[in-house]
């Protein structure tokens, strides 16, 4: 015969919606410490030194698919930088940087040391490093290597 058990004791352990309530908890207090431990402005200088990595590596593709002597390259300002294309040793008119809607592009609030950094036929570089706000951009003097 069966045996019906009426009572069945104390349990011990933790239901889904307790694990649930503690998850959604924990989440909310990382996105908390992760907003107020991120900066903007270092996100936002890390974001355009990304995009001018980009550019110069564009500058750097057009300069190797081109005529020679012709040379392409980045010509930054104090707080913009354009793509520039030098005929024989004189500069043309400014080119329309990729996914860009004007030949400028600007990073009002970060500062840069101004330069012009050229690239031959080969990919080489005229220089090694640009200042980007806080951030060195180094180039591999040969190779032209943009890490």
Not at 102 to 119: E, G, K, N
Request: proline residues 5%; hydrophobic residues 40%; without cysteine.
């Amino acid at each position: 015969m069966m045996e019906v058990r009426k009572g069945m004791g104390k349990r011990s352990g933790v239901t889904l919606l307790e694990v649930i309530a503690v998850l959604v908890i924990a989440a909310i207090l990382a996105a908390v410490v992760m907003v107020r431990g991120m900066s903007t402005a270092d996100v936002n200088l890390q974001s355009e030194v990304e995009t001018l990595k980009s550019h110069l590596r564009y500058a750097q593709y057009l300069a190797m698919n081109d005529i020679p002597p012709n040379q392409w390259g980045i010509s930054v300002g104090g707080s913009s930088y354009t793509l520039v294309k030098f005929d024989g040793g004189a500069q043309s008119s400014p080119y329309l940087l990729p996914n860009e809607s004007s030949a400028t592009h600007d990073f009002s609030p970060i500062s840069a040391t101004p330069a012009t950094v050229l690239f031959d036929e080969w990919g080489s570089p005229n220089m090694t490093s640009l200042t980007f706000g806080s951030q060195t951009i180094t180039i591999t003097a040969n190779t032209g290597f943009i890490p």
